[in-house]
T-cell receptor, first 114, second 114 residues
Framework: KAGVTQTPRYLIKTRGQQVTLSCSPI?????VSWYQQTPGQGLQFLFE???????NKGNFPGRFSGRQFSNSRSEMNVSTLELGDSALYLC?????????????FGQGTRLTVV | GENVEQHPSTLSVQEGDSAVIKCTYS??????FPWYKQELGKGPQLIID?????GEKKDQRIAVTLNKTAKHFSLHITETQPEDSAVYFC?????????????FGAGTRLFVKA
């Protein structure tokens, strides 16, 4: 079956602009998590969505937001971009049950802010 | 807040030798510990995981051990091969009301010399 798909793969934006990233989870997976990956900070948890509801949130400013649609696809939005937002943004999907929390990652969207 | 410490940050071994990566977590409520391998230009890929009710798990050349009392868990790769060269991340996942949150270690860059 198809894996996690993230679009676009690469993006260049200017400071102050806003950006929307998209994630299509594995078919049947209802949980989508977003992470920011940078060389200095590693993988940082942004938020997790399940059935269109945000269930967990990391320590990022309000400029970072997301949503999930009824088909489990998710979008992440960053407003008023800063140079420090340049990173690889990864999405992971999970088939959440009481024990199974294995997450499958997409290839990521590499965002460069200039 | 919760954190996961991972050591070493870089590890270089000769082909055929063993490699060990160690992690320590802070949240005693963590109950799921996955290990991911990330190759250049790709998203992290799950290679093995262990749950808090198990002390050790093995899958061919890869094994993971968990010491809940000490909040330590380790990845062991035996008979290393050049294709094992990648960045490895440990993670600790905690289930809370309705969802889960995963904290990653900073990563270990493994070099396997032929």
């Amino acid at each position: 079956k198809a894996g996690v798909t993230q679009t676009p793969r690469y993006l260049i934006k200017t400071r102050g602009q806003q950006v929307t990233l998209s994630c299509s989870p594995i078919s049947g997976h209802r949980s989508v998590s977003w992470y920011q990956q940078t060389p200095g900070q590693g993988l940082q948890f942004l938020f997790e969505y399940f059935s269109e509801t945000q269930r967990n949130k990391g320590n990022f400013p309000g400029r970072f937001s997301g949503r999930q649609f009824s088909n489990s696809r998710s979008e992440m939005n960053v407003s008023t971009l800063e140079l420090g937002d340049s990173a690889l943004y990864l999405c992971a999907s999970s088939l959440v049950s009481s024990m199974n929390t294995e997450a499958f990652f997409g290839q990521g969207t590499r965002l460069t802010v200039v | 807040g919760e954190n996961v410490e991972q050591h070493p940050s870089t590890l270089s071994v000769q082909e055929g030798d063993s490699a060990v990566i160690k992690c320590t977590y802070s949240d005693s409520a963590s109950n799921y510990f996955p290990w991911y391998k990330q190759e250049l230009g790709k998203g992290p890929q799950l290679i093995i995981d262990i749950r808090s009710n198990v002390g050790e798990k093995k899958d061919q050349r890869i094994a993971v051990t968990l010491n809940k009392t000490a909040k330590h868990f380790s990845l062991h790769i035996t008979e290393t091969q050049p294709e094992d060269s990648a960045v490895y991340f440990c993670a600790a996942s905690t289930r809370n009301t309705g969802g889960f949150k995963t904290i990653f270690g900073a990563g270990t860059r493994l070099f396997v010399k032929a």
